[in-house]
């Protein structure tokens, strides 16, 4: 009896042991697994942060050369011509402007690079200018915008009052604020209802402030169209156009446009391209893209030649003119792998 107790305490003895054991491998087992769960996240954590500075700093030698290159040819002919293009005759240009050869556009067109960067230049002057243009021409925009013509006259007028204000020919409360940005003017009280559907419709891809008047040359299709009517026939005929050479005359708007081609400011075609351009930079498999908005200034040994007046985050998917082309694949200074490095 006495043998029969003392194996029932051992078994239970033994049988505790093996449950402390059971569960001191089990909790190990957590342990060592949330170990090596923490040591993959935080691998994958290094590693994605590794790549964003990388990207950072390609992004930032991309940004770089394109300063470099447009701050050097100081956008001469720049926005014409495409870089599979011939280099242009100099006998044909303005004698304002210098051949360059073969050159980036302005006007919006996306081009890939092979070391793995989509790139798009605008000229800040492709936009219309709250500041500067015809009337009419806000008013083509507004309607084909989707705002009905009973409210653009109001919207118009207030619009012309701001201005006056700002230029002190007018006394008001108004005369306190200036028009910086288009995104200001929906503080007119006309135009804080509009505000949603003309943000969701473009319009900040479409106006601009503080540019003498609309580049022809380097103005998108959906300007062309809306706000100075020009027909999809001989819209057509003028992208082709200049993406061959430059407008520089008004016979060559005459010949593609025709009885349009007196609804047409003449400066819109003799003008070069701004100071100031958007740079948008994405990598080809992004999810975003950034833009930069460059000053180029005058020559002169106290200022440096450019200035970034902002930068911004915009999504991958952002409105283009056209499709992005094809990876580049000619050498030259853009196409050049941007950062060396043990990653490859």
């Not at 280099?87 to 006007?107: K, N, T, V």
């Not at 010949?255 to 994405?282: A, F, K, M, Q, T």
Request: charge should be neutral; hydrophobic fraction near 45%.
């Amino acid at each position: 009896m006495i043998a029969d107790i003392r194996t029932d305490r051992i078994g239970g003895q033994q049988g505790f042991v093996l449950v402390g054991v059971i569960w001191f491998l089990a909790c190990m087992t957590l342990v060592v697994g949330a170990a090596v769960l923490w040591i993959d996240r935080s691998r994958e954590t290094l590693e994605a942060e590794r790549q964003g500075v990388q990207r950072s700093f390609e992004e930032r030698s991309m940004l770089s050369r394109l300063t470099w290159l447009m701050a050097t040819h100081r956008l001469t002919a720049a926005g014409q011509t495409t870089p599979e293009s011939a280099p242009a005759d100099p006998s044909e240009m303005d004698p304002s402007m210098l051949s360059a050869g073969a050159e980036l556009p302005l006007d919006g067109r996306e081009l890939c690079w092979v070391n793995g960067f989509c790139v798009a230049l605008i000229d800040r002057a492709s936009r219309l200018s709250l500041n500067s243009s015809d009337p009419a021409a806000i008013n083509a925009l507004l309607l084909s915008l989707g705002v009905p013509a009973e409210s653009t006259a109001r919207m118009l007028r207030e619009l012309a009052l701001y201005q006056a204000a700002e230029r002190g020919t007018a006394s008001s409360l108004l005369a306190r604020r200036r028009l910086r940005s288009p995104m200001e003017v929906f503080r007119l009280p006309s135009w804080q209802q509009w505000e949603e559907l003309l943000v969701a419709r473009g319009w900040s891809e479409l106006v601009t402030v503080g540019e003498a008047g609309l580049n022809l040359n380097t103005a998108s299709a959906a300007v062309l169209t809306q706000a100075w009517r020009v027909p999809e026939g001989g819209l057509l005929r003028l992208l082709d156009l200049r993406r061959e050479r430059p407008i520089l005359s008004g016979s060559d708007l005459e010949n593609i446009l025709g009885g349009y081609y007196g609804d047409i400011p003449p400066e819109g075609w003799s003008r070069l391209p701004s100071s100031v351009v958007l740079i948008r930079i994405r990598p080809r498999d992004g999810e975003v893209r950034h833009e930069f908005q460059l000053k180029l200034l005058p020559n002169s040994s106290s200022l440096p030649p450019w200035q970034f007046l902002q930068r911004r985050t915009l999504p991958s998917h952002a409105s283009e003119i056209v499709e992005p082309q094809s990876p580049q694949t000619l050498p030259g200074l853009l196409a050049a792998p941007l950062v060396a490095g043990p990653w490859g």
